[in-house]
């Protein structure tokens, strides 16, 4: 039964250290806007009969 124990807290462990990640990711990183431009071919808006 140790074991099992010791392999629950090292998996409650990692799981604690990838939520803080992801928490420390959305607190301390700011996205940045910029505008995106995409080049669309005539021949796929207006297709030739």
Do not use: H, K
């Not at 124990?5 to 462990?13: M, P, Q, T």
């Not at 928490?23 to 080049?39: H, K, Q, W």
Request: net charge positive; glycine share 4%; proline share 10%.
């Amino acid at each position: 039964m140790p074991t099992l124990f010791r392999f629950l807290f090292f998996c409650a462990v990692v799981a604690g250290m990838i939520y803080g990640a992801m928490v420390a990711l959305v607190a301390f990183v700011e996205p940045r806007e910029r505008d995106v431009t995409i080049r669309i071919p005539s021949e796929r808006v207006n297709p030739q009969p």
